[in-house]
């Protein structure tokens, strides 16, 4: 290990004393330059010379040291280690050496502690050398402070809130006038003047913000309304600040507030846009739910029913061409059996498209069947559980038509995710049904799911189960690890929800 080097201005007249310090020295680590001084010209002298870390000098008489060096360093403006050492331990020397402004009193007679003493005063030393720099640097940028904040796109202010929950404002940039309307002097005597120009309807969460704020003493960022006069123009401002307590109890905020009118303005058409998107979204949803209603009425009862006439009249006409030609007898008879594949065909597009037993006996019914032909097709065992919490009315008679096919619709959807992607060999269903909504949980065992699958631009499964619990108010958790199989949570209200966006613009 590389010895640290070190610069020492020792002020010793025992030379036996020096020898031994500077032996303590190199033992613990140190590579010691010095130079020992024994007058007080010697120590001038020395002090302009060299730019030295420490200053060791003797507290034993008799020749030059003790108080006398120390008052000669004050007296050059030197702020370097001043550290005494001496074979005098009484207290009274020890304190007063203290108080005249020494770093340390070491006992010569034992130097185990002259190393971690200097390391400290060192130390010690580098953070004053920082503080003193820091200070000049400050006092060099206040006034390019002081014409940052005046140019800020925004106001710069101090606020302060008192024991009795009075606010005021200790200091107000000039950007207050750009901002507010507001002379800077004329706000901070009338902080009432800012309280006035507060919307109504964003007052209580200005007032319930900064009180949470004084509270916790946490960070305050805060979004609202002001009503500029004389016309009542409304603008959209932003206030962040950072609160502290001061000695006296109040609590006083250092922040910024700015103008936001654009950017929330387009948040806000954003939003207007997403509401849009998901309305029209959902409006496709029920035209496609309405088309495959049509559909599949029109397979069932017309495709469905013409199917059978055609099977009678086959079998009409197989009974007669049985005695007479029973080569066309056996035709009539492949065409029969033709005839019940294709009814079979109608039957399951029919259900696929609008499974009857939906709206005849339920979303529980619906999904148990459902469950018996996805087992039946892949081979998985699918097992359902449903319950009632007691408080909730009966699942399929409390729920209404367009909340039970969106259901069935998920459920289907979280099956073929599971018949695509899961690789799974058992799935369970669970329905419970609450006074407030009803859950649908599906979960498997299969491979589960990374952030990459998570984010696939084209991964419409998924995005389609949200969009459609997002349509009735409720929500959905996708929990998955790894290796671990995947769990789709979709818990939707029984009134359904529709948030209303546009009011956000008045």
Known sequence: MTAKKLNILLVEASAGDARHTLAKLEQSGYRVEHKRVESASAMQAALKDKNWDVVLCSYDPPGFGGLEALKLMHSAKIDLPFLFLSHDLREENII??????????????????????????????????????????????????????????????????????????????????????????DLEQNPQLFLNLLHPDDRASYDLSMRTSAKNLSFWNWEGRISMPPVGETKWINLRCSPHKLANGNVQWEGIMSNITQSKQAEIEIKISQEQLRELSSHIQDVREQERLNIAREVHDDLGSTLTAIKLDIAWLGGRLNTQ??????????????????????????????????????????????????????????????????????????????????????????LNNVIKHAQASQVTVDIYNHADGVELIVSDNGRGLTEADRSKPRSFGLRGIRERVAHFGGDVRISSTPGHGTTVAVHIPRTPAHPATRSMLS
Request: glycine share 4%; proline share 5%.
């Open 325 to 414: 030609n029973p080569d066309l007898a056996a035709k009539a008879k492949v065409i029969e059996v033709l005839v019940d594949k294709c009814a079979a065909a109608a039957s399951n597009i029919s259900r696929s498209l609008r499974p009857s037993v939906l709206d005849s006996f339920g979303i529980i019914a619906a999904i148990e069947i459902e469950a018996e032909e996805f087992q039946r097709r892949t081979g998985i065992p699918c097992t359902i559980n449903h319950a009632n919490d007691g408080t909730a009315p009966d699942q399929d008679t409390a729920m209404d038509p367009d909340t039970s096919i969106a259901l069935f619709r998920i459920f289907q959807e979280a």
């Open 96 to 185: 007063h050496a203290m108080h005249s402004g020494a770093d340390d009193y070491i006992f010569k007679g034992s130097l185990d502690r002259l190393a971690p003493a200097i390391e400290h005063n060192l130390r010690e030393a580098r953070i004053r050398r920082e503080h003193r720099h820091a200070q000049l640097a400050l006092q060099e940028n206040q006034a390019r402070l002081h014409a940052f904040i005046a140019n800020l796109p925004g106001m710069a202010f101090l606020l302060l809130l008192d024991a009795h929950d009075a606010m005021s404002f200790p200091y107000v940039s000039e950007g207050s006038q750009a901002l507010l309307g507001l002379n800077a002097p």
